[in-house]
């Protein structure tokens, strides 16, 4: 089905585009002019009337802000959109699939996304600099270009391996913490092995990958 695109923008004051603002000249060191802020929303599988109501009813607060629903967005060239990648998950827009549902709606997906104006003064270096150092995180987050065609992911999954972890050495333990992504030194990696060992089998790269994301600095639980 059709995606919709709702534009949430501020009346007044835009504080996303305030603190952007700050933050280049604090951080970048120099002042790229006035930054406006929008918040798009994509939704997918139901009917142009009902995303006007939840634009109206969910999404944009009218003493503050206003509301556009399918409209040509602002000069491309000094714009950036900024959304999470497929497949990461989009907090904002699952909140939002459910909170649908309170009005009567009920999309198929709905994903989110800000779109950063810059004034034309702003030049091509200092707007990829603003982009690669403020803006966007490339872990999770892209420039979204266009808008997307399809919300809905698909596809097969990937083999899982199983990762001779109980006979590496030392540089193989810390070879495959590089390769997986892990970000675990040489003793964590050390009481990985030392897991499999008491299992009396070798792990697969979905539990390895879970113990690495489990004991990342994020989260820390080490226990």
């Not at 009567?104 to 996304?113: C, D, L, Y």
């Not at 004034?119 to 270009?145: D, F, M, S, W, Y």
Request: glycine residues 6%; hydrophobic residues 35%.
């Amino acid at each position: 089905m059709a995606i919709h695109e709702i534009d949430v923008r501020h009346k007044y004051r835009d504080i996303k585009g305030k603190s952007l603002r700050y933050e280049a000249k604090r951080t970048l060191g120099f002042d790229p002019g006035e930054v406006k802020t929008t918040d798009k929303y994509f939704i997918q599988g139901t009917t142009e009337g009902d995303v006007r109501k939840l634009a109206g009813e969910l999404l944009a607060d009218p003493v503050i802000q206003t509301f556009s629903l399918n409209e040509d967005s602002q000069d491309p060239g000094k714009k950036v959109v900024v959304a999470y990648k497929p497949g990461v998950m989009d907090p904002e827009g699952e909140a939002i699939k459910e909170a649908a549902k309170t009005v009567g709606i009920n999309p198929q997906a709905v994903g989110t996304s800000i779109e950063y104006a810059f004034l034309p003064n702003l030049t091509k270096e200092q707007l990829e600099e603003v982009k690669r150092r403020l803006l966007i995180n490339p872990t999770v987050q892209q420039e979204l270009r266009e808008k997307p065609k399809t919300l809905i992911i698909s596809g097969e999954p990937a083999p899982v391996k199983i990762l001779p972890i109980r006979t590496m050495a030392d540089d193989g333990l810390l070879a495959l913490s590089n390769e997986e992504k892990l970000s675990l030194n040489l003793e964590e990696m050390q009481t990985v092995k030392a897991h499999a060992a008491k299992l009396e089998r070798d792990l697969t790269d979905v539990e390895v990958g879970v113990i690495g994301q489990t004991w990342s600095d994020h989260c820390k639980h080490k226990s």
